[in-house]
């Protein structure tokens, strides 16, 4: 059985809401839409305690990963990549996922969402490799 997230925290609940419906959605704040990560209830660019969850395209890209050798816990099996993903539509959120074994990477690659769902309990995004896409280049990275 994988680790699951809390999916009814305030803060963070649009995303695992949204995560059901197939979307990735990020927290904005509803006055001035600035985009709020890590998602929280109060802006710090216009002090609004009003917020709320956008949805946003599916496209990424890869900034980093790093391959787990030895295994911490029974829910992920050795070898697997955690990888972190820079989403298209908003550049200043930066988003984890999991992929099983030592894939091919590289820096800039296109990543499109993985929804994982787990029956009766929640939908997890992985990402993975969108080999239909064309990769970033390395200097354009924000």
């Given at each position: 059985m994988?680790?699951?997230?809390?999916?009814?925290?305030?803060d963070?609940?649009?995303?695992?809401?949204?995560?059901?419906?197939?979307?990735?959605?990020?927290?904005?704040?509803?006055?001035?839409?600035?985009?709020?990560?890590?998602?929280?209830?109060?802006?710090?660019?216009?002090?609004?305690?009003?917020?709320?969850?956008?949805?946003?395209?599916?496209?990424?890209?890869?900034?980093?990963?790093?391959?787990?050798?030895?295994?911490?816990?029974?829910?992920?099996p050795?070898p697997?990549?955690?990888?972190?993903?820079?989403?298209?539509?908003a550049?200043?959120?930066?988003?984890?996922g999991?992929?099983?074994?030592r894939?091919?990477?590289?820096?800039?690659?296109?990543?499109?969402?993985?929804?994982v769902?787990?029956?009766?309990?929640?939908?997890?995004?992985?990402?993975?490799p969108?080999?239909?896409?064309?990769?970033?280049?390395?200097?354009?990275?924000g």
């Amino acid at each position: 059985m994988p680790l699951l997230p809390v999916t009814n925290d305030p803060d963070t609940a649009g995303f695992w809401l949204a995560a059901q419906r197939g979307e990735i959605a990020v927290c904005v704040c509803a006055n001035c839409g600035v985009v709020l990560h890590l998602p929280r209830s109060y802006c710090h660019t216009c002090r609004s305690w009003t917020t709320e969850w956008k949805v946003v395209g599916p496209k990424a890209w890869l900034v980093s990963w790093t391959v787990a050798e030895h295994q911490v816990h029974a829910a992920f099996p050795v070898p697997y990549t955690f990888v972190l993903v820079e989403l298209e539509d908003a550049p200043e959120v930066r988003l984890g996922g999991h992929i099983p074994g030592r894939p091919a990477l590289k820096v800039g690659m296109a990543m499109r969402p993985d929804f994982v769902t787990i029956p009766n309990e929640v939908t997890l995004v992985n990402w993975l490799p969108d080999v239909e896409a064309q990769s970033r280049s390395f200097d354009t990275l924000g």
